[in-house]
């Protein structure tokens, strides 16, 4: 292949695991950083930061690359998703799992870089990223493995830097959690119809249309409550808390976007608004620790 090519391919890969999505999870993993730098009192190293980021999007392409590689069949049999990369053709299986190849080293390297208790620690959440993608064959919880696998951003980058745990970053990571796992039930709505018919697994299949928007109410509400009890002892005021004020209006808006029979704005809700919070909450988290 000549370069043209070559970048064209690279472009292919990245358009199937959305790259540009990577912006959900990457302001949490920062807002790790800042946490355990005002845990210990001193800033990180650009070292530290560098590797963090490198770390989290290996992470992020790898779990993606997996998921469209093991759904591919499944993919290939829905309408909505039979135009995706591999059952489209667009990406062969062999190129797929070279990428998702690459991604591990990264992420493993990247891990390696930090500190020892990342690279053991990584193993463990490739595993989630593994068991992520085969949920939908026998729970109807997938939601919640995969708010797990994004919860672990903010609390991988407090690992990385401190080599422990503490009770700010787990409150921020259940509030990612919880998130996650409501905006992916939102996204499964789409495929409400498909699943049934199949035998799939998911929350809408499960509960239903209704149940679920009040179960995805329910989960943005524990992740407004987890996001305040961030502040005890994290270092963060007001400005921080006004931020959390700001995120909840935004899901407010998120939630009227989208209504059981009419899935039209879902886009709009899903791509739009989460990134819009994920970038809110980090901006103010970032001002309230440099002022």
Known sequence: ??????????????????????????????????LAALASGKPPGAGQVFWICMAMVGARTAAMGLNRLIDAKIDAGNPRTAERHIPAGKVSIPEASLFIFVALVIFFFSAWMLNPLCLKLAPVVVGFFILYAYCKRFTH????????????????????????LGWSVIALGIAVLFWVSGFD???????YDYDVENGLHSVP??????????LVRIFHALMLVFLLLVLPGSGLGWIYFSGVVVVAGLLVYEHLLVKPDDLSRLDAAFFNMNGYISV??????????LV
């Open 1 to 34: 292949m000549d370069k043209k090519q070559v970048f064209d391919k690279i472009k292919t890969l990245l358009e199937m695991i959305k790259f540009s999505h990577t912006i959900f999870a990457f302001p949490f993993a920062l807002m790790g950083v800042i």
């Open 141 to 164: 919880y997938a939601h919640l493995v995969l708010g797990l696998c994004l919860a672990a951003a903010p609390i991988g980058a407090w690992v990385a830097l401190r080599g422990d």
């Open 185 to 191: 039930v939102f996204y499964a709505l789409q495929d």
């Open 205 to 214: 299949s499960k509960l239903g249309k209704e149940k679920s928007f009040l």
């Open 280 to 289: 809110t909450i980090f901006a103010f988290t970032l001002v309230d620790a």
